[in-house]
């Protein structure tokens, strides 16, 4: 069984710890899956995982279901050997097969929490993302960034399929750059601001990550903030929001929400083989601000959207196209 480190301060995220025997057989399965497909992209890819998951103990399962109001979890216990990887891809285009024991283990316990999925147009549809810096995009509101915050956002907030959870499987860490999370469910806001927020007012645009300019006949304005079936729900991405379009009123309610998901947000410096697990509809998650090393020895993620058929969204959504954007579910959609 997992067990549970005790929480004192808010400061700290919760753990959950998975035990030597449910690492070993999580290893052993995965370099089997690595050895057999070769790369992330291998053709029957999902079938393969597919197969091997009644292998795994039961305490996979119960260490990644979704972390609570506290909006995120670090699962640790596994481990990465740093002279196997190799070094730190330079561009996403060329990890397809770079670090893929991890990948694999990564994508074992996002497919016992629920269907991990990709994006037509982000990295090429791939089920698992490379979050690397990268030349020249220093400066960018992507995972590709490093010198500027990466301010909290929701995952793929303008989508209405955006994942239920994400997960962040760290390889390298030599930095300790801090991941930070912030939950809606432990900020402070007042009624009248809680309302105003729970308006659909602004759309969301899609994120540079996804290359394309995005077309405003498929914009529809959002809620940012409502009280859904569990409890206060988050859908907020101020970097791609065009808060210059609402009038001061809202402007001023939405600062307040930016400012209060700061004050309540926790810094986690993830080290190789730890997994962050988000709640992508109860925590914003970002980056602190690093300088990149381009040396081969760069902080190095790997990232894996997740539904959560059981999760219900608002019916609204049902009607929004997300752009365009279409999504890649080899293991299967609702
Ligand atoms: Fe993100």
Do not use: K
Request: proline letters at 10%; hydrophobic letters at 40%.
């Amino acid at each position: 069984m997992f067990s549970s480190a005790p929480v004192s301060t808010p400061q700290h995220l919760r753990r959950r710890s998975l035990s030597a025997r449910t690492a070993t057989i999580l290893d052993r399965v995965a370099r089997d899956l690595a050895a057999r497909l070769g790369t992330i992209t291998a053709p029957g890819l999902a079938a393969a995982v597919d197969a091997r998951m009644a292998e795994l103990p039961a305490e996979v399962a119960e260490a990644v279901r979704p972390p609570g109001d506290d909006g995120a979890v670090i699962i640790d216990g596994l481990g990465v050997d740093d002279a196997e990887l190799g070094p730190t891809p330079t561009g996403w285009q060329e990890a397809e097969a770079a670090g893929l024991g991890f990948v694999m283990i990564l994508l074992l316990l996002a497919r016992s929490a629920g269907q991990p999925f990709g994006w037509r147009n982000q990295q090429r549809g791939r089920i698992v993302n490379t979050i690397i810096p990268a030349p020249g995009q220093e400066h960018t509101q992507t995972g590709a960034g490093s010198t500027v915050p990466l301010a909290p956002h929701t995952e793929d907030a303008f989508h209405p399929r955006r994942a239920g959870l994400i997960m962040l499987g760290c390889l390298r860490n030599p930095d300790r750059v801090g991941t930070t999370v912030a939950s809606v469910r432990r900020i402070r806001l007042d009624h009248d601001q809680r309302r105003l927020l729970a308006e659909p007012t602004l759309p969301i645009l899609p994120d540079d990550s996804y290359g394309t300019a995005p077309d405003p006949e498929h914009e529809v304005p959002v809620p940012a903030l409502w009280e859904g079936p569990d409890g206060p729900t988050l859908r907020f991405d101020p970097a791609y929001t065009p808060l210059d379009r609402a009038e001061s009123h809202y402007r001023a309610a939405y600062d307040e929400l930016t400012a209060e998901l700061d004050r309540v947000s926790v810094a986690a410096a993830l080290a190789p083989g730890e997994l962050l697990v988000i709640d992508n509809d109860v925590a914003v998650h970002g980056r602190v601000p690093f300088t990149a090393r381009y040396d081969g020895t760069d902080r190095w993620l790997q990232r894996v959207n997740v539904r959560l058929p059981d999760r219900p969204r608002r019916p609204a959504e049902a009607a929004e196209t997300g752009y365009g954007e279409q999504v890649v579910e080899p293991f299967g959609g609702r």
